[in-house]
């Protein structure tokens, strides 16, 4: 089986040939990042466009590195959300006019599943797992009884990890996304600023970093007005701790109570260098294997598209020509 996955939620124009759910056969990645940068985040107008521009020859470059003619496709798969509206109509519909020119199926597949589901080509997924998702617009902790079958059971209650980041990493002055600078410098740091922690209710799985970035604020703003400098790299690392203690904290406590075969880490937050080293730590001494992406899976690309788009073509789901992208699309009924 070869499925090609079309990626365009956000701003990565990505196409990836699957063999198998598990061989990636391309991966191609356009990332627009750099154009965004200079407005400081992704303007959703130039996202759409630019996905325009780039889908065509990415999808020709994802067959030639796969070595394929669209003759040995069986399938299409395409992001149906969440994401971008504008962004996902042009994956939508690359995806569908493809489908109907070949004749081949339609696979509709959530993006974080396909998060989720880029740990499946790095080793065969045991059930039930614990999946931690922290990306630039979730952190969710989510059960996964059988393949494809996800409840969330905690989630954040106002900023994403990875947004979090992000704008702390602007009051700090660091290039977007600040996520990966805010690792760097939290690993230089000789001292840390200690920040809050927000656990919530004791029972509870959810998650909440606004508080913390306002304290991180807080700190730099009462700095300034006394004429004092301080060091963002302490300051980094007291963030940086206090949003890992919480995140590791609490997956630990639901891989024991679900009785969890792995922990699956998933999204762009998972490059995440103090994470995945705590995370280590912690599952060795649950005796639970953690499961990481390699970092190229980590943030978005369509070869983990192209992973959980097996699940349905297992189950031979299909969408009709006349499925919508959903901007708002939820995890377990996706
Ligand atoms: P979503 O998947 O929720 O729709 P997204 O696709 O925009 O959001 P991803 O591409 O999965 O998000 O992840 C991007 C986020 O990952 C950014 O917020 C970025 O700052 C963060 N990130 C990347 N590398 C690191 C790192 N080393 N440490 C912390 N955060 C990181
Ligand atoms: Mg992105
Ligand atoms: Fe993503």
Redesign the pocket.
């Given at each position: 089986t070869y499925i090609m996955a079309i990626e365009t939620?956000?701003?990565?124009t990505a196409v990836a040939i699957i063999e198998n759910g598990r061989i990636i056969r391309s991966n191609v990645v356009s990332s627009q990042i750099d154009t965004h940068r200079l407005y400081g985040g992704?303007v959703p107008e130039i996202a759409s466009r630019k996905h325009v521009e780039s889908i065509t020859w990415i999808i020709q470059q994802a067959l030639d590195e796969a070595g394929i003619t669209t003759d040995d496709l069986s399938a299409i798969a395409v992001t149906q959300g969440?994401?971008l509206v504008g962004s996902l109509l042009v994956g939508v519909m690359a995806a569908k006019t493809l489908a109907l020119a070949l004749d081949l199926p339609l696979i509709g597949v959530h993006?974080?599943a396909g998060?989720i589901y880029a740990n499946q080509l790095e080793q065969e997924l045991l059930y039930p797992s614990i999946a931690l998702v922290v990306?630039?617009?979730?952190t969710e902790l989510v059960r996964l009884t059988e393949p494809g079958s996800f409840e969330i059971i905690g989630q954040t209650r106002d900023d994403?990890?990875?947004?979090a980041?992000?704008k702390v990493?602007r009051a700090l002055h660091l290039p977007y996304?600040?996520?990966?600078h805010?690792?760097r410098l939290a690993h230089e740091a000789e001292h840390e600023v200690t920040m809050p922690r927000a656990w919530l209710e004791p029972d509870s799985y959810d998650f909440s970093f606004s508080g913390l970035k306002s304290a991180v604020l807080n700190t730099l703003n009462q700095a300034q007005m006394k004429g004092e400098t301080i060091d963002p790299a302490a300051i980094a690392k007291g963030f940086q701790e206090s949003v890992i203690d919480v995140l590791v904290t609490k997956a630990a406590r639901a891989v024991q109570e679900f009785g969890a075969s792995q922990l699956l880490l998933a999204?762009?937050?998972a490059?995440?260098?103090g994470?995945r080293t705590r995370l280590a730590e912690v599952c060795s001494q649950l005796g639970v294997p953690l499961i990481v992406p390699p970092l190229s899976l980590?943030?978005?690309n369509a070869a983990m598209i192209g992973a959980a788009a097996q699940l349905k073509w297992d189950k031979q789901e299909f969408v009709s020509l006349d499925f919508k992208a959903d901007p708002m699309l939820p995890l377990e009924t996706w």
């Open positions: 939620s956000c701003d990565e992704v969440p994401g993006h974080i998060h990306s630039g617009g979730h994403a990890a990875g947004e980041y992000d990493g996304p600040g996520g990966p805010i690792d999204g762009g937050v490059a995440n260098r994470l980590c943030t978005d």
